[in-house]
Nanobody, 116 residues
């Protein structure tokens, strides 16, 4: 099974920036659809951004223009650049990998806290 390890979460002030990274194990990374989800206290987990194997991206409306997802297939990593952060972005952020079949892997999560 694919193993995912996130990093980069931190406490940041309103309007600040953070870059989250997710490293994947194995040799099939280039075949996966990679997703970033987030879950705030008391709320359901929310899909934030998606990047397909060929680089097509999709964002939830609330982060469009502020967040950028990217991938490096040679390094088996996916990143989430988050700019103009708001308190409502506070959540645990999770990396997810899917291949439309048996692979549906999750990382352990990384905490992002945005102070007002």
């Amino acid at each position: 099974q694919v193993q995912l390890v996130e990093s980069g979460g931190d406490l940041v002030q309103f309007g600040g920036s953070l870059r989250l990274s997710c490293a994947a194990s194995g040799s099939a990374f280039r075949l996966y659809v990679m997703n970033w989800y987030r879950q705030a206290p008391g709320k359901q987990r929310e899909l934030v951004a998606t990047i397909a194997p060929r680089g097509n991206t999709h964002y939830v409306d609330s982060v469009k223009g502020r967040f950028t997802i990217s991938r490096d297939n040679a390094k088996s990593t996916v990143n989430l650049q988050m700019n103009s952060l708001k308190p409502e972005d506070t959540a645990v952020y999770y990396c997810n990998a899917r291949d439309g079949g048996a692979v549906d892997a999750w990382g352990q999560g990384t905490q992002v806290t945005v102070s007002a």
